[in-house]
């Protein structure tokens, strides 16, 4: 008996420091940002989120001598698109990570399907989109709990191992409360303002944007909302594969930059 008391006094003790932990770490709100590639030279992200990211144990670009592009797909809400994003990624036999959030899971289950079974992996939005800035870390590990469970409920996979935050938004207490769930923090160093709806410009404007700046490494994020991404998608794929490119899964890139991951 007393040795039993021992050891839940040594695990109450445990949680209590983790808590202080996650309390003293900084909670200074941070938005992600870049200046963007020119002339195939990477993205840099600055002094102060390289350090950050590296601190946390995140990623934003892979190897700058390896001819890659990650195609990350950010997924709030459905808007007709996704289906011929699968299809392109289908045809050309490349990889992506679709980061969705709870109304997404609900409102599209069989899209959320559709990811994983054709080889894609869904990656955690959170399930409300907040900011998680503002959060309890109770409130945290519920939003990040509810898409991972949601998400192996519909599609059978059960695991969940990349965080791409809500709106961009972070710090280093709401990295490393992730972390402590066997998240790595996903950002992104290739983006343009593909967002908004009501302000779509075509097909040649994304084409641009995106080649523009792609280089060696670039993580490249995407929102499937936009209809001139869905028209741009096949044409750049195509183009930068006659570049020399190739598309890999993001688990790759911990591969390559040997990175730990804690899967299984």
């Known amino acids: 008996m007393k040795r039993i008391y021992i050891v839940l006094v040594a695990i109450i003790i445990s949680l209590s ?14 938005g992600w940002g870049f200046v963007k590639s020119k002339d195939g030279v990477p993205a840099d992200a600055g002094a102060e989120l390289n350090a950050i990211v590296k601190k946390g144990g995140a990623v934003y670009k892979g190897k700058p001598d390896k001819k890659v592009v990650y195609l990350t797909f950010d997924n709030g809400y459905e808007n007709g698109y996704t289906p011929h994003f699968l299809d392109v990624l289908k045809k050309h036999k490349v990889p992506g990570i679709f980061f969705v959030t709870g109304h997404y899971l609900k409102s599209a289950p069989d899209l959320a399907k559709r990811m994983v079974a054709e080889g894609h992996i ?8 907040p900011d998680l800035t503002t959060m309890t870390r109770k409130e945290i590990i519920k939003e990040l709990d ?59 404007y994304a084409y641009e944007q995106i080649m523009k700046q792609v280089h060696p490494g670039a993580i490249l994020l995407i929102h499937t909302i936009s209809k001139d991404n869905s028209d741009a998608m096949e044409r750049v794929i195509v183009d930068l594969k006659k570049q020399g490119y190739t598309f890999e899964s993001i688990d790759q890139l911990f591969v390559d930059q040997e990175l730990p991951q804690g899967f299984m």
């Open 146 to 204: 509810s898409v991972q469970e949601e998400t192996a409920k519909l599609t059978g996979q059960k695991h969940m191992h990349y965080l791409r935050p809500p709106r961009g938004v972070f710090s280093e207490r709401t990295m490393d409360i992730a972390k402590s769930l066997g998240y790595t923090h996903v950002f992104w160093s290739l983006a343009y303002k593909d967002w908004d709806v009501k302000n779509q410009k075509g097909a040649d």
């Open 17 to 30: 420091l983790g808590g202080l932990v996650h309390a003293e770490l900084s909670n200074k709100s941070y």
């Open 122 to 129: 869904i990656g955690n939005h959170s399930w409300h989109h």
